[in-house]
């Protein structure tokens, strides 16, 4: 293994650094469970899973019980840092029980010299977390989350998953920080968000709003006006919304001395046109959006690289409720294509055979139908849709 590591990082470049790199395959030897106050604390584990391609290689750190919550850390094998050099984050997660109930966090988090590995909680300061945040099929996104002088600050648009994204199957997670500002996130080595850090997190700006500019009272920001030559119709309001049936026949057998005067049943009148409005034209007046004018930010510092912070640790800490997730190929480095060289061994291989491994795992484990079959109404073919009942309570 580390011969195979050695010649990648060669291929990668004689400047890479590796700070840390974990696959597990000797067990948790790096890592410290943690523990918190007053709180039901869930087992970690290493395992492949109930279902895997290659059972070694497959190994991972394994979350094995429900409402639980999880903590443990490792050292960097050396301090990373991101002072005037890239910084990328990487590592695996499969959701084995993903279902429809399914929530819990599984990101990473980079950490700063001094942190309790025995007590590491919530509370803790950290400089960067990443990583799935899932809860169902509702929310299903990528946190990157920077720490700015004791804040934590969460991107302003969301990475979000697609459908075909949340599923049961290893996913490899990739944060790439660049020291010009800039950053890239990768789902499965393809790009899921980029741009530059100042404009998408909540760092200072180097302008900002006048709070003193005010908007003129006489300013027009409606881009649409009522035409005024567009008059309603002489009698529009004359014109009922139902109308008694012109087709309907009084009933042979209805008499009128015993069942009352026979009316029409009422029907939606064909020339009704629903409450009356002006057309709608482009309105003369519009002046464009508001906006007030941009001063300098006092807070902003000029020259000062965002995002820049030297890791010691890294942890995760968690609330979990189903159990079963499995994170693997932990890495940190300074080079995305040394990154990217190591999900395309570890990881991809993997991800390619998963499918069908589980396909065959689900059709071995498959309970036993109900006795009864189609009397119990419960017996229908898993190739079609479920009762509508059933398919309306799963998306709950």
Request: proline share 7%.
């Amino acid at each position: 293994m580390a011969a195979a590591v050695a010649s990648l990082i060669g291929l990668s470049g004689a400047s890479s650094t590796v700070y840390f790199e974990d696959d597990f395959t000797k067990g948790m030897d790096k890592w410290t469970v943690g523990t918190m106050p007053g709180k039901e604390m869930g087992k970690w584990d290493v395992t492949p899973g109930k279902w895997f391609v290659d059972e070694e290689a497959n190994k991972g750190l394994t979350i094995t019980e429900d409402m639980r919550f999880y903590s443990i850390t490792a050292p960097l094998d050396k301090p990373a840092s991101s002072k005037g050099k890239d910084l990328v984050i990487q590592f695996s997660a499969k959701i084995e029980n993903h279902q429809y109930a399914f929530c819990g966090g599984g990101y990473i988090k980079l950490l700063p010299a001094g942190t309790k590995a025995e007590s590491f909680n919530g509370d803790d300061e950290y400089q960067i977390m990443f990583g799935p945040d899932l809860c169902g099929y509702d929310v299903s996104h990528v946190h990157l989350i920077f720490n700015h002088k004791g804040e934590n600050l969460l991107k302003t648009d969301k990475i979000s998953l697609e459908y075909s994204d949340k599923n049961e199957f290893t996913h490899l997670y990739t944060a790439h920080i660049k020291p010009d500002g800039t950053y890239e996130v990768f789902f499965d080595l393809e790009s899921k968000a980029k741009g530059k850090i100042v404009e998408d997190w909540g760092f200072p700006k180097p302008e900002i709003d006048d709070p003193d500019d005010k908007k003129p009272s006489d300013w027009v920001d409606e881009t649409m006006m009522d035409d005024p030559e567009d008059k309603k119709p002489e009698g529009y309001d004359d014109i009922p919304a139902q109308i008694p049936d012109p087709d309907a026949t009084k009933p042979d057998d209805w008499d009128d001395e015993d069942d009352g005067e026979w009316e029409a049943p009422m029907v939606d009148n064909p020339d009704y046109k629903g409450e009356w409005s002006p057309k709608r034209i482009d309105n003369p007046a519009y002046k464009g959006e508001w906006k007030p004018k941009q001063i300098k930010n006092k807070d902003y510092e000029e020259g000062v690289q965002l995002a820049a912070y030297e890791g010691a640790m890294l942890g995760f800490e968690l609330w979990i409720v189903n159990n079963g997730t499995i994170f693997d190929n932990i890495l940190v480095t300074d080079d995305i294509e040394y990154a990217k060289a190591q999900g395309e061994k570890l990881w991809k291989p993997t991800q390619e055979g998963e499918k069908e491994v589980k396909e065959k795992w689900d059709k071995e484990n498959k309970p036993d139908e109900p006795e009864g079959g189609e009397e119990d109404g419960e017996d229908f073919d898993e190739d079609e849709e479920p009762p509508e009942e059933e398919e309306e309570k799963d998306e709950l």
